[in-house]
C-alpha cells in the first residue's frame, strides 16, 4: 500500500510559501502523493490552485484531489481545472470527486443541492470524452455514488474512519464494480487526519473545520491520530483491509509535520 500526505490547503493560515514548501518536502519524503481537500465556505486555497503551486515544485509524487466537490463548477470548469494540474504536473494526477455534504457551499457557488448527484454524473460522462487519460476516483456512500463510481472511474475515494469503516465501503465497492461488469477490481483509496506536534491544535481545527455536523464533530476530532504508534496502527489496518493508496491529511500546518510524519512512516 502506498501512503501520500495531505497539503494543509484547508487548514486556516497556511501561506502559499508554506504549502509550496510542504509540497517539496513531500516530493523528497517516502510519500506517494501529495492530495488536498476542497471547500468554499471555509477559510482555504483552492484545491486546483494549490495543487497548480505544488506542481511547480515537484518532480517526482503524484498530485491528487481527495476530494474535490465536482458540482460546485460547471463541467466544462472543472474539466478545464483538471486538465490543467495535469499539464502542470506532466500527467501526474488523479481527479478525486463527490457530492460533497455541506449545503453552505452549494449556496455559496449558486449551485443546485438537489441535483448534485445527477450533475456529477454528468461531469463524468464529460471527463470521460474530454480527459480519458486522468485518472478518476470517486467518493460518496450511497448506492447511486458506487453505481457511479462503478460506471465512471478508475476507483473509489472513501472519506475516512477507521479500518473496519473502509472495509465495509471497499465491499460495496468492489460489489458494484462487479455489477456492471467491470475487469478487475477498482483501486481504493483511503484517508484519515494526523497531529504529531500539537495534538490540541489539531483537534481543534476538526472540530471547527467539521462543525456542520454538529456533535459528530467530536468523534472526528477523537479519531486524529496523534502518536507514532496510533498512525502506524492506522495504515497497518488499511493495508490488511486491501487499500491501495491511504492520504494522511494534516491537521496543523506546521511543516515539521511532514518530516515527523516522514519518520514515523520510514
Avoid at 455541506?102 to 445527477?118: I, K, Q, V
Avoid at 473509489?156 to 456492471?180: E, I, K, Q, V
Wanted: proline share 5%.
Amino acid at each position: 500500500m502506498k501512503v501520500g500526505i495531505g497539503l494543509p490547503n484547508t487548514t486556516p493560515d497556511a501561506t502559499g510559501r508554506l504549502l509550496a514548501e510542504w509540497a517539496r518536502r513531500a516530493d523528497d519524503g517516502p510519500f506517494s502523493t501529495v492530495a488536498v481537500l476542497d471547500r468554499l465556505v471555509y477559510d482555504s486555497v483552492e484545491p486546483f490552485a494549490a495543487l497548480a503551486a505544488a506542481a511547480a515544485v515537484t518532480e517526482r509524487v503524484r498530485l491528487a484531489t481527495n476530494i474535490a466537490i465536482g458540482p460546485l463548477r460547471s463541467a466544462a470548469m472543472l474539466a478545464k481545472q483538471a486538465d490543467s494540474v495535469a499539464r502542470l504536473s506532466d500527467g501526474r494526477f488523479t481527479l478525486g470527486l463527490g457530492v460533497g455534504a455541506r449545503r453552505d457551499d452549494y449556496t455559496a457557488a449558486e449551485a443546485d443541492h438537489h441535483t448534485r448527484g445527477e450533475r456529477l454524473s454528468a461531469q463524468l460522462a464529460h471527463l470521460r470524452t474530454e480527459n480519458t487519460d486522468i485518472e478518476l476516483l470517486v467518493g460518496g456512500s450511497s448506492g447511486a455514488a458506487f453505481a457511479r463510481m462503478a460506471r465512471y472511474a478508475d476507483g473509489f475515494a472513501h472519506g475516512g474512519g477507521p479500518p473496519r469503516a473502509f472495509a465495509s465501503a471497499a465491499t460495496r465497492a468492489r460489489a458494484a464494480w462487479h455489477d456492471l461488469g467491470r475487469p478487475g477490481r477498482p483501486k481504493l483509496w483511503g484517508q484519515g487526519y494526523f497531529a504529531l506536534g500539537d495534538p490540541d491544535r489539531g483537534s481543534a481545527y476538526l472540530r471547527d473545520y467539521y462543525a456542520f455536523t454538529g456533535p459528530f464533530a467530536e468523534t472526528i476530532a477523537a479519531a486524529n491520530l496523534t502518536s507514532a504508534r496510533a498512525i502506524k496502527d492506522f495504515v497497518r489496518g488499511y493495508a490488511a483491509e486491501g487499500c491501495d493508496e491511504l492520504i494522511l491529511f494534516p491537521t496543523v500546518a506546521d511543516l515539521d509535520e511532514v518530516d515527523r510524519l516522514a519518520e514515523v512512516l520510514a
